[in-house]
């Protein structure tokens, strides 16, 4: 009997432990467990747990098929885990799928606190199907959060890993506010994508979307995909980026943009792509071409991109491929293709890595490009407070490296200021800072890209000069930081990508905010010019004539000039000033900053002038107008150049011969030289050797028309 009793325990004891073995997945109320979620979701389904259910994963283990929720028998549900699991599928289909599902949350954290991701879901299955979680046929008002998402590690060609996606003909409406945040996915041809649908049958636009503060790695083709018929969505906070050897498409793009409506692209991170291998067409960081078509709720939509504080570093050394754009914003009349207005705010661009010296490649940091023919639409384009700097190299001798380009055509309305351009990266006669539609501009011709572009204007108060990173992925400020990196307020930008408040009067540009700019409050008239406002760079100069650092500013009586860390306070600094065509003058003493700022006036006295070399124009002392050639001299041969321009009646912006800068260089100007050329009228200075505003002021280039690139909308 004794051992009978004790057969009876061990068999008891085995289906017990067996039990426990296959139950994985709890759901209350009504508690029951189940195998897997398939089983827990047929359930729930059913009716069995009533309206509200919770879902909590007790196990790891392995999911036999996919998982379907509906809305049959539910109006919300939760998904927990209660321990750090992995749910291992290996379908061609999403493991979870929510079919009209509303209000259901998945989130991988014990107790839903902290930010530990403990639920792991992976999908190992090669199939053109094989995702972690599919939204379909209206499931709305859903969010996932804190999952380790990935998919096949042996081929990552295939597969949407997490996708809102509207795919059933007849299907009941849109997937509409639901939110993807703080997840980290692995693998797939694209990490995450919401794409709507058109059909003869219905057409649907998923609404709303948030995808925010993911990490999404070793993508295949396209790290974040906002698909067509998708209206209004908030992209932010997201990392994109490889840390293992994984194969790359032909193409590859971290953000593609195809949605409508209200588009926030901010403070997103695309960095560390040097692991990825087989691009040999196409790299970008992010492109925004808004989709619409004809037969949707979506025709001619309002439709405005926001991209702000975002950090697109593009470093991968492609040795095959033509076309590496750090940020692009496409114009375009083709059908699909909708009207837009494209902000472009207070983003850091940095492109390197090496090209083919066989292929006549392009590369931009920042594209801004109409495709022509352009039709009749129309688009707007605000862009302001950038960093775009092109450090790539290679390309054979047709190469562009460009530091941002954009097109003049008529059909884009710009608003273009405070930027800051370069390009080091190619070799001479391949690199160019900037490019305005058919003409490019070298790193040392910021005269004569602002004399083309005043009649905009355009980028007056836009810089080429050089910046210093972290690093090549952390583009924020990396210093000594000099002059000129101040920005100019924008409503729209109130914070920086980590969230620190931007100045309200003198911000930095790109998606970094530094410390305090030091001030320099420069008072200074250029004679002929009264109270008209003229572009003047001082050089801050060491009491041993040390070159610290230039800044430029707008001086109209007087004028705001913005330092970095390169400046520092209580130290003596020369004020040197030079201008377009007026002589170079420099402070009487040295001038020192006290609590990051300087308040120096040339126009007060005669005295303020190392040796006096001013001249009473008005009732202000001024610096000598006509030294056109800035040589440091006006002689006969500046005389000379406007005598000849006034002979020709040429008129504009921005002339280095219009001494008093009323648009028409005539007699007045001639007047202002002859009388200082009459007076031999030269620099007087404490440090020898010329320093120019007009560094170089080559005429600029034709641009090839064959380097334009059109991409377009992805199925």
């Known amino acids: ?80 885990t209660s321990g750090t699991f992995t749910v291992t599928g290996n379908a061609n289909s999403p493991i979870i799928i929510l079919n009209d599902a509303d209000n259901v949350t998945i989130d991988g954290r014990i107790g839903q606190t ?74 797939g041809a694209r990490g995450i994508q919401v794409f709507g649908t058109q059909n003869l049958t219905n057409s649907f ?15 295949n083709a396209l790290g974040i995909f906002i698909g067509s018929f998708v209206n209004g969505v908030t992209c932010t906070e997201n990392v994109l980026t490889y840390d293992a050897a994984s194969t790359m498409a032909a193409s590859w793009v971290g953000i593609q943009v195809q949605a409508v409506g209200n588009v926030n692209i901010t403070k997103n991170v695309v960095r560390d792509l040097a692991t990825a291998v087989g691009l040999s067409s196409a790299l970008r960081g992010s492109i925004a071409l808004p989709v619409t078509l004809a037969g949707t709720n979506l025709t001619d939509p309002v439709t405005t991109v926001n991209y702000i504080n975002n950090m697109f570093s593009l470093f991968p050394n492609n040795p095959t491929g033509s076309l590496v754009i750090g940020l692009q914003t496409q114009f ?3 059908v699909q293709f909708a009207n837009y207005t494209a902000n472009v705010y207070n983003n850091t661009v940095r492109i390197g890595g090496a090209s083919s010296t066989a292929t006549a490649a392009l590369t931009e940091s920042y594209a801004g490009n109409v495709v022509t023919p352009v039709g009749t639409q129309t688009y707007f384009m605000n862009m302001k407070n950038n960093i775009f700097v092109n450090e790539r190299t290679g390309g054979s001798a047709t190469a562009f490296h460009i530091g941002a380009d954009y097109d003049s055509s008529t059909n884009v309305t710009r608003s273009v200021d405070y930027n800051l351009y370069w390009s080091t990266g190619g070799t001479v006669g391949t690199s160019w800072a900037t490019a305005h539609g058919s003409f490019v501009y070298p790193n040392g011709a910021i005269e004569a890209f602002k004399a083309n572009l005043c009649y905009g204007p355009y980028d007056q108060h836009s810089i080429f000069k050089g910046f210093n990173f972290v690093s090549n992925s952390n583009l924020r400020i990396g210093g000594p930081v000099g002059g000129d990196l101040n920005g100019t307020p924008v409503g729209a930008v109130t914070d920086d990508i980590d969230g620190n408040p931007r100045a309200a009067t003198y911000p930095w540009k790109g998606c970094d905010e530094g410390a305090a700019f030091k001030l320099l409050t420069l008072g200074a008239q250029l004679e002929g010019k009264g109270g008209t406002a003229g572009d003047v760079m001082v050089t801050l100069r060491t009491g041993a004539c040390g070159i610290i650092s230039t800044g430029r500013a707008d001086v109209a009586g007087t004028g705001v000039f913005c330092w970095g860390d390169s400046v520092a306070n209580g130290t003596g600094y020369y004020l040197d000033v030079t201008s377009l065509n007026h002589l170079r003058t420099v402070s009487a003493a040295t001038q020192s900053f006290t609590a990051g700022a300087l308040n120096y ?13 001013m001249i009473l124009d008005g009732a202000n002392w001024a610096f000598f107008g006509g030294d056109v050639t800035q040589d440091g001299t006006i002689d006969a041969s500046d005389g000379s150049l406007i005598d000849n321009d006034a002979f020709n009646f040429v008129s504009g912006c921005y002339l280095a011969t219009d001494i008093n800068s009323d648009g028409t260089v005539d007699a007045t100007d001639a007047q202002i030289t002859d009388n200082n050329v009459f007076n031999f009228v030269s620099v007087v200075t404490p440090c020898p050797g010329p320093v120019s505003a007009t560094v170089e002021s080559t005429v600029p280039e034709m641009k090839s028309n064959t380097v334009k690139t059109e991409m377009t909308a992805a199925e």
């Open 1 to 80: 009997m004794r051992k009978l009793l004790f057969s009876l325990f061990i068999v008891f004891a085995f289906m017990a432990m067996n039990q426990m073995a296959s139950a994985q997945v709890d759901v209350t109320p009504s508690l029951a467990t189940y195998a897997n979620l398939k089983a827990a979701f047929a359930a729930v389904n059913a009716g069995t747990h009533g309206a509200t259910p919770t879902v909590t994963i007790t196990a790891s283990y392995a999911e036999p098929d996919s998982a379907v929720l509906t809305n049959v028998n539910i109006t919300s549900c939760n998904i927990y």
């Open 205 to 219: 636009t998923n609404d709303n979307t948030t995808i925010r503060g993911n990490i999404v790695k070793n993508t």
């Open 601 to 613: 006036d040339f126009r007060s006295a005669q005295t303020q002038a190392f040796g006096g070399n």
């Open 332 to 334: 375009s009349n083709a």
């Open 114 to 187: 902290g930010t530990t991701r403990s639920l792991t879901i992976t999908n190992g299955n090669t199939g053109v199907n094989n995702s972690i979680i599919c939204w379909r046929n209206g499931a709305s008002n859903n969010t996932v959060r804190y999952i380790n998402a990935q998919g096949s590690t042996t081929l990552a060609t295939v597969g949407r890993l997490f996708q809102i996606a509207q795919t059933v003909a007849g299907g009941t409406g849109g997937n509409n506010n639901n939110v993807i945040e703080y997840n980290s996915i692995d693998r």
